[in-house]
C-alpha cells in the first residue's frame, strides 16, 4: 500500500497548486489486477484498486480547479517486472501470460506510453475520472489466469 498508493496520494496532494496554475493533469497507472481478483496477491489487488477510486476521487475534486485526473489499467507488458529472473525465464511469463490476451501477445511498454499520452494531451481534454484498460482484451474476454502465476 505504501509503494503503489500512498506515494501517490502524497505526490498528488503535493501538485495540486502547481497543477491548478499550469492547467496540468495527472494520469496514474494502476492494473487490471484492481479490476479482476487472483489469490496469488490480494494486497496487491487492494492497493490497485484503491487507485482506480482514487482516481475518481481526485477528477471529483480536482474538476472545478481544472485539473483532469485519469487512470491507466495495464494487463501483461512486457517490463522489468521480473527483474530477479532470467531473460529467458520472464519472457515465458510474457508469453504465458500473453497467450491468454485476445490479441495473443503481451504488450509493449510503448504502447502504454502512448495512451499516457493521449491521456495527458488536448485530445483528452473532456477525459477525466476514466480508467482505460490496455491489456489486449483480457478483461472483456474474462481470460485472466489466476492460475497461471502459481504454475509458473
Not at 506515494?7 to 496532494?13: D, F, G
Not at 494502476?30 to 490497485?48: E, H, Q, V
Request: glycine residues 8%; hydrophobic residues 40%.
Amino acid at each position: 500500500m505504501k509503494l503503489n498508493l500512498y506515494s501517490m496520494v502524497l505526490l498528488t496532494h503535493l501538485s495540486v497548486d502547481h497543477l491548478s496554475k499550469t492547467r496540468g493533469n495527472i494520469v496514474n497507472i494502476s492494473s487490471i489486477a484492481g479490476l479482476r481478483a487472483f489469490s496469488t496477491n490480494p494486497a496487491y489487488c487492494m492497493a490497485k484498486c484503491s487507485i482506480d477510486m482514487f482516481t475518481k476521487c481526485c477528477a471529483a475534486e480536482l474538476g472545478p480547479k481544472n485539473i483532469r485526473v485519469n487512470v491507466i489499467n495495464p494487463g501483461p507488458i512486457k517490463t522489468g517486472a521480473f527483474r530477479s529472473l532470467t531473460r529467458e525465464q520472464a519472457d515465458t511469463i510474457f508469453d504465458t501470460l500473453g497467450s491468454f490476451t485476445p490479441v495473443g501477445r503481451a504488450g509493449q511498454g510503448r504502447e502504454v506510453a502512448d495512451t499516457v499520452l493521449y491521456l495527458a494531451s488536448d485530445h483528452a481534454r473532456f477525459v477525466t475520472g476514466t480508467q482505460l484498460v490496455i491489456d489486449g482484451g483480457m478483461v472483456a474476454a474474462n481470460s485472466f489466469p489466476t492460475d497461471v502465476f502459481k504454475k509458473l
